[in-house]
Structure formats: structure tokens, C-alpha cells
């Protein structure tokens, strides 16, 4: 049953690695500098590294705009942000997993009747405006170094051949890793205050936490997705959607991929606290817009040759439409689900605005909890109950 | 490995376009025999280059089959194979610019024979200047316009000294049969389409050079 209520965010892993390999690796293997093989085999490792290693922050975001507490709710989420992506991609519009899936939280939100973090939402809807601009700076800046260093090595086409090909592999696994890391969020975010996995632990030096395992699961599927599907979608991109050379094929993707760890990690952003500079918000973002940004970073360098404004105003559009027909599409299938099926979509004893919470806490008292993330109720549960005692105690 | 790989094509492609360059220099020392009739010498160098056209397509055809077999270069492969065709229709050229010397013997009046070395020497010029621009579009494609320039201003005097030539039999009371003169401007354009040839490759390598660029 556990399975059942999970496939749903296995399926959108499926989808992810399917498509959004692509962004990494796609041309690449397109234009045939690398074996779709060895893209498969470095991505998947990637994924799933990324994913168990780094794939906390971006989830802790979405949780803090909706925990999903009853596994129901967390597999209706799921599978209308999944049927969001799926019929729009169908119609031929842009569409975003990440933004189909925190208009789906929003329409729990909603049904729930849970409040919704709008501090969280603004957070999650700037960060997809400045995700793709930031790309765009990135690439520019990379393409100019990269001119810079081609310029001055003088490399031979054989030479350039071979240090292009290892930079790919290279870059391509950490965008790898950096996908994972980002996107996990989007795959199994939603179950993650639900997680029906018992933490794992191997003596003191080796932990496995519920979310972890989850993460690694939606890895897993990811990668499979990368296996059996994204060789086509790969083909499409190297083949001329837009055309690349190997070499601002690698400037696009390691652009990419710094905006997606960027974005993911939370080391970066405890570095970035820790000396008194502006935190990055730890948010799921779209890869596709990321490659559209960074091509378009390119393409301003030359001189604003083959920018597509259309394709921009589609993007933009996609911000609004696609988590509003989600949130609409979650709602009615949260109804559905619960008044014909009669299936738990939420807890209504458990419910636990962030409003609440902020309220009870004194935040004096919890310096030491600063910066950790924990998945579900529980945990807070336990530290307020800590810090009551030791207000007892005093 | 890869770099074991990629030297090795480094080195054939060099030893491709040294072949090139001979083979020009071949040609003009094998008309400069053939206008001081040194028929010995001028069978030597019909033969070496020969030889050296033999050479060049065998090591041609090397590098094809290590590009394709090995999947290398994937993005600019077509074009390293179209460069290499046609550099090696130079070649192909200067062989049977010499050959038909050899074949048809054409009568040319000694008066001639500093119009036909001059015409010679521009064409050469023309492409020596396009193997320095293909070395160049491997190396450093960034400065390939460079020598491209160098290679339409020898290929234009080619032209233009060909044209004088022409100009100059047609005219030439001295030469009476007009089969005689229409030999000597035959000769005078298999000459020239040497330098014709390389302004080909000069064409296709600026384009070349942009697509190089990243």
C-alpha cells in the first residue's frame, strides 16, 4: 500500500529523469561527443548522490509551504502535479515540474484548509524569476572565460576534442549531483512529513534518516527514467532545437548546474550566513528554464543574435498558469479522492500552522536548533517539549 | 591514451598538409624543366609527384577512418573531411597539370617561358598561403582571415597573369596555327586552376573558421 501511495512521486521521478537528463547531458549525447551509455551510468550515480547528500534544503522549503500529513493527501499531490506536467506538455505548453508542484501544496493548502506560508510562496515565485536571469549572467560570464582561455591556449581542434569531452563528463556529474539535489524536492518533498521509512542507523558513525531513504527511492526512479527514456529526448535536443557547440554546450550546462546547486545546498548557504552575507533560498527550480536563461546569456554576448522573445513570454507565462491549473487540478482531485474513496488527505488533529508554532517557541531558546531542518511534526513536537521542560527546570 | 590518439592525428594531419605544400613545389620545379626542355629531370619529378599523390590520399583516407571509427570531432567532422577533399584536389590538380605536360608535350615559344613561371610561381604562392590557413584553422581558427586574405590576392594575380598571357598569344603574330594557341591557353588555365583550387579551400575554410568559433 506504502508503494501504491508512493508511486505517484515515483512516477514524477520517472518523468524528471526523462526529461531533465536531457538538460545535461542532452547535448552531449546528441551530438555524439558522449556514449548515451556512459551520460546514463555518471548521471544516475549523480542523481542519487545528490539527491541523499544534498536533497534536504529544497524539500525543507517546500515543507515549510505545506506539510502534507496524511500519505493520501502527499499521492494526490504528486499525482496532479504529475498530470499538470503531462497534459500541459500535451497542449505544447511550457511547463515546469517545480512549479506544478508547489501549485499542487497550494491547492492541499486550500482543501486542508492549512494556512499558506506566503513568506515561503513569495520566496519560491521570486527565485523562479531569478533563477533562469542568474543562469543568463552565469553563461555569459563562463562563455567570456571560456573564449578567454580557448584564445590563449590555442588548443588543436584533436586537442580541444578530448578536453571538451572530459569537461563534459565532468560538468554533466555535477550538474547531475546538482539536479538531484534541487529536484529531489519535487519528486519526494511531498512525502517527506508523511515518510512511512524508520530511520537506519549503523553505530554512531553512520546515519540514514527517513527523508534520506525516501530521497533515495525517488533517486532511483529517477534514474530509471534516465535508462529507459531520456536517450530520445537527448537525440531531439542535440539533433538542433537549438544548435550548440560542444563547447557553449558545456558553458550552458555548468551554468546550469551552478544556479541548481546554488540553489541546493545548504552548506553554500550556511558559508553565506556564517559571514554575514545574503542566504540563497533553498528552492526547487526548473532546469529547462535554467538552459533557456543560460542560452540566452549566450546569446546576448553575440550580440543578442537567435534570442527567441516569444519563447521568454511563454516562460513567463508558465509561472502563473501552471501552478494555478495545478493547485485547481489538486483540488478537485483531493475532493474526489476523499469523498468517493474515503481515503485520509489530511490530519485535522495534527494540523500545525507555521503561525503556531512561531507563536509557542521562544526563539531565545533554540539557538542550538538554528539552521537544522526536521521533516515532520514530531521533531518540533520534541524540542518545544525540551525547551519547556528546561523553562520547568530553571 | 586520448591524447596518444590525438597526437597521432595531429602529426598525420600535418604530414597531409607538408604533402600539399611539396607537391606545389614539385609541380613548378617540373615546369621549369619542361621550359628548359630537361626532359630527365622533369620525368623524375613527374614521378615523385606521383608518388606523393599516392601518399597524400593514403594518408587522407588514415585520418577519415580514425575520425569516424573513434567517433572523434564529432561537431566539425564533415568539415575536417571537406577540407582534406579539397586540399587534396589541389594536389590532384598539380599531378594532372604535369601529366597532361607530359602527355601533349605542348610547343611553347621560349619568349613564354617567364609568363608561364610567373603564373606558376602566383599560383604556388596561392597555395602555400591556404596551407598555412589550414594549419592555422586547426591550431587557432581566430587568426585563419589572416592568411585567407594572402591566398585571394595571389589567387587574383594568378588570374590576372593568366588573362595577360592569353591576351599576349592571341596577339602574337609569330604563332600562325590557332590549335597552337589554344594549346598554350590551355596551359595556361590548367596552371592557373591551381590557384583556383586553393581559393576553394580559402572559401570553405572562412566559413570553417566561424563555425570553430564558440
Known amino acids: 500500500m506504502i508503494l501504491f501511495f508512493l508511486s505517484s512521486g515515483l512516477f514524477l521521478g520517472w518523468s524528471l529523469g526523462a526529461n531533465d537528463a536531457a538538460n545535461i547531458f542532452g547535448t552531449a549525447v546528441g551530438t555524439k561527443m558522449v556514449r548515451f551509455r556512459s551520460a546514463a551510468i555518471v548521471a544516475s550515480i549523480f542523481v542519487i548522490l545528490g539527491a541523499v547528500i544534498s536533497g534536504a534544503g529544497a524539500s525543507h522549503t517546500l515543507g515549510k509551504l505545506g506539510s502534507i500529513n496524511a500519505l493520501g493527501g502527499a499521492f494526490m499531490v504528486a499525482f496532479s502535479a504529475a498530470f499538470t506536467v503531462f497534459w500541459m506538455t500535451r497542449l505544447q505548453i511550457p511547463v515546469s515540474t517545480s512549479q506544478a508542484v508547489v501549485g499542487a501544496i497550494v491547492g492541499w493548502n486550500f482543501f486542508s484548509h492549512t494556512q499558506t506560508d506566503y513568506n515561503s510562496l513569495i520566496k519560491i515565485v521570486s527565485t523562479w524569476v ?18 578567454k582561455i580557448l584564445k590563449h591556449w590555442k588548443l588543436s581542434i584533436f586537442r580541444l576534442d578530448v578536453y571538451t569531452r572530459i569537461a563534459l563528463i565532468v560538468v554533466g556529474a555535477f550538474g547531475a549531483y546538482s539536479l538531484g539535489a534541487n529536484n529531489i524536492a519535487n519528486v519526494m518533498g511531498v512525502f517527506v512529513p508523511v515518510s512511512p521509512f524508520p530511520e537506519i542507523s549503523f553505530g554512531n558513525w553512520f546515519h540514514i534518516s527517513s527523508a534520506q531513504q525516501l530521497f533515495f527511492l525517488g533517486a532511483i526512479a529517477i534514474s530509471i527514467g534516465i535508462f529507459t527514456y531520456s536517450f530520445k529526448v537527448m537525440q531531439t535536443i542535440g539533433s538542433g532545437v537549438v544548435k550548440l557547440t560542444p ?18 545546498s545548504s552548506t553554500l548557504r550556511n558559508f553565506l550566513l556564517s559571514h554575514n552575507l545574503p542566504a540563497i533560498p533553498l528552492v526547487p527550480v526548473s532546469s529547462s528554464q535554467l538552459v533557456v536563461g543560460a542560452i540566452i546569456g549566450i546569446g546576448i554576448i553575440q550580440g543578442g543574435r537567435n534570442i527567441k522573445f516569444n519563447t521568454l513570454g511563454k516562460i513567463a507565462s508558465g509561472w502563473v498558469t501552471t501552478p494555478i491549473i495545478a493547485a485547481v487540478i489538486t483540488f478537485v482531485a483531493l ?27 521562544n526563539n531565545d531558546k533554540i539557538t542550538s536548533i538554528s539552521d537544522e531542518y526536521f521533516y515532520n511534526n514530531q521533531n518540533i513536537d520534541y524540542f518545544c517539549y525540551l ?3 528546561k523553562n520547568g527546570n530553571n | 591514451m586520448l591524447f596518444k590518439k590525438t597526437k597521432s592525428l595531429e602529426d598525420k594531419f600535418n604530414k597531409f598538409l607538408n604533402l600539399t605544400n611539396d607537391a606545389v613545389l614539385i609541380l ?19 614521378n615523385k609527384l606521383i608518388e606523393h599523390e599516392g601518399k597524400a590520399d593514403s ?8 575520425l569516424y571509427q573513434k567517433t572523434l570531432i564529432p561537431e566539425s567532422r564533415g568539415d575536417i573531411f571537406d577540407l582534406l577533399e579539397n586540399l587534396d584536389d589541389i594536389i590532384n590538380q598539380a599531378k594532372e597539370t604535369l601529366m597532361e605536360f607530359s602527355i601533349e608535350i605542348p ?8 609568363d608561364f613561371s610567373k603564373l606558376t610561381e602566383y599560383s604556388i604562392n596561392a597555395v602555400n598561403q591556404v596551407v598555412k590557413a589550414s594549419r592555422r584553422f586547426i591550431q587557432d581558427p ?12 595571389w589567387e587574383k594575380e594568378a588570374d590576372r597573369q593568366s588573362e595577360q598571357l592569353k591576351r599576349k598569344v592571341f596577339r602574337d603574330n609569330s604563332i600562325v596555327k590557332l590549335s597552337m594557341k589554344i594549346h598554350l591557353r590551355y596551359f595556361a588555365l590548367h596552371i592557373d586552376m591551381v590557384a583556383d583550387k586553393a581559393e576553394d579551400v580559402a572559401d570553405r575554410l572562412s566559413i570553417y573558421a566561424i563555425k570553430r568559433s564558440i
Request: hydrophobic share 40%.
Open chain 1, 247 to 264: 563547447q557553449s554546450a558545456l558553458v550552458v550546462v555548468l551554468a546550469e548546474s551552478l544556479v541548481l546547486f546554488l540553489f541546493a
Open chain 2, 59 to 66: 594518408i587522407r583516407k588514415d585520418i577519415e577512418i580514425e
Open chain 2, 142 to 153: 581566430s587568426n585563419v582571415e589572416h592568411n585567407i586574405h594572402k591566398v585571394y590576392h
Open chain 1, 335 to 361: 475532493f474526489s479522492l476523499k469523498n468517493t474513496f474515503d481515503i485520509e488527505v489530511y490530519k485535522e488533529n495534527k494540523e500545525m500552522s507555521k503561525n503556531k508554532i512561531e507563536v509557542n517557541i
Open chain 1, 387 to 389: 525547551d519547556e521542560n
Open chain 2, 28 to 46: 613548378n620545379e617540373g615546369i621549369k624543366c619542361y621550359l628548359e626542355k630537361d626532359k630527365e629531370n622533369f620525368d623524375h619529378y613527374l
Open chain 2, 107 to 114: 610547343s611553347i615559344p621560349q619568349k613564354y617561358n617567364d
Open chain 1, 130 to 147: 531569478f533563477s533562469p536571469i542568474l543562469a543568463a549572467v552565469f553563461s555569459a560570464l563562463l562563455y567570456l572565460l571560456l573564449k
